[in-house]
């Protein structure tokens, strides 16, 4: 059944929270799904009101069914449980997900839905809801790059002996708010898509429809409370950058590019999907020129072709410029993470390509903090290690080289303009 008008919850869509940065938080990397899946059921099987999980990918393996089994048992015993999916990320197990999930109590959304054959022409298909998110009571929250899926479990390649590297955050402080806030912002707008019509019916049939209109639109209005500790306190702190296209359509990409703007020793990046713009690479080139150590960590291991065409189209620009390359070649990579100098560090689920930073709703955390900016920095140097490195000469402006990248950009410009993104990227 849908939220009722007078639940603020359903119609504070638009109360993303604005990034910055808040004190007083305990911030704990977690390496894959192995980490993650056992701190996140236990905080669900503790959950005392409510949990809040947005995820572009649930599928149906043993590790999926695991966190379903929570969601399900916490529902049970009277927690709200809301769970937001993506309809194209999700769409070979939604009926699964409905069979595990709706009898419990679970209230399940699906963000741009494509049951329908005609779903699939609707304007803005191509924004897809990308985040990573959990959030248990406001307490305890969980942000990164893992799907709720087993590691080793590819959709396009099956199963594998080595898991994805991939990477997330377990966070307990006031910054667990800010996703909270977030992840409901992503269950609203799901839900206000699925039963908009239906409650503008309910409206019509209302005994005071010009009130609840006024009411409707108060609430859409409606803004998260603000955080307690902003701009200080210990030990730890973070910031909740979110990309949306509403009112932070360049957040994540700002934030990138504010930190290797100030680079001063190392900027390390890991990430699949390596496609940026000019601003982002004009950043890393200069980092470079001005004698910081550049490492980028990409995918050699390829599951989508045509995003290692992408990346591979910018290794002589950057290297030219003094920017390292390694491919990851034990498994598929999927971490989207970066560490800048000793004390600034990202943990989330945007790429760095026109996908990520321009169409799609993602979630990354900032942490200030020189301990764990150690701590990833210290993952990232033993996945470098195990990677290959770039080596071949830059072929500088040579025809082949020119044509491969024309061919790119121009794949790149016609799919943005096909969702409604203009301009140069």
Request: aromatic share 8%; hydrophobic share 45%.
């Amino acid at each position: 059944m849908p939220v009722p008008l007078d639940d603020p919850s359903a119609w504070a869509w638009s109360g993303v929270p604005r990034p910055h940065f808040v004190g007083g938080n305990d911030v704990r990397l977690l390496q894959g799904g192995d980490e993650l899946f056992p701190r996140m059921v236990a905080a669900i099987e503790a959950a005392r009101h409510e949990v809040w999980l947005a995820t572009y990918i649930f599928h149906s393996d043993d590790a999926a069914r695991a966190v379903a089994a929570a969601l399900s048992a916490a529902a049970g015993r009277g927690v709200e449980v809301n769970v937001v999916v993506d309809g194209f990320g999700s769409l070979q197990t939604m009926a699964t997900l409905r069979e595990w999930l709706r009898p419990s109590g679970v209230r399940l959304e699906v963000f741009r839905p494509l049951d329908r054959w005609w779903a699939w022409l609707q304007p803005g298909q191509m924004r897809r809801l990308h985040t990573k998110l959990c959030v248990v009571d406001s307490e305890s929250a969980y942000v990164g790059g893992i799907n709720v899926i087993d590691d080793r479990h590819d959709l396009h390649h099956g199963w594998s002996d080595a898991p994805r590297l991939d990477y997330a955050v377990e966070l307990r402080g006031p910054i667990a708010r800010q996703v909270r806030d977030t992840a409901r912002a992503m269950w609203a707008r799901a839900h206000l898509g699925h039963f908009w019509g239906e409650e503008l019916r309910a409206l019509a049939r209302s005994a005071a429809p010009v009130e609840q209109t006024v009411l409707l639109l108060r609430q859409l209005r409606t803004r998260p409370q603000p955080v307690p500790g902003d701009d200080g306190g210990e030990p730890v702190r973070a910031a909740f950058v979110v990309r949306d296209n509403l009112r932070q359509r360049r957040a994540i990409e700002r934030s990138y590019v504010e930190a290797i703007r100030g680079a001063r020793e190392r900027v390390d990046i890991a990430v699949p999907y390596f496609y940026p713009g000019q601003t982002f690479r004009r950043a890393l080139r200069r980092a470079a020129a001005r004698g910081v150590r550049v490492r980028l960590l990409l995918q050699g291991k390829i599951d989508y072709r045509i995003a290692a065409l992408a990346a591979r189209a910018l290794y002589d620009e950057l290297r030219a410029h003094g920017v390292r390359i390694y491919e990851y070649t034990p498994a598929f990579l999927h971490a989207k993470v970066a560490v800048v100098d000793d004390d600034w560090a990202t943990v989330g689920s945007s790429n760095i390509d026109p996908l990520s930073l321009l169409l799609n709703l993602e979630a990354n955390v900032v942490v200030r903090d020189p301990l764990f900016a150690r701590a990833l920095a210290d993952r990232l140097d033993s996945a470098i290690d195990a990677s290959r490195e770039v080596k071949t000469q830059p072929a500088g402006s040579g025809w082949r080289s020119w044509l491969h990248r024309g061919f790119v950009a121009w794949c790149a410009s016609v799919y943005l303009r096909l969702a409604g993104i203009g301009g140069r990227y």
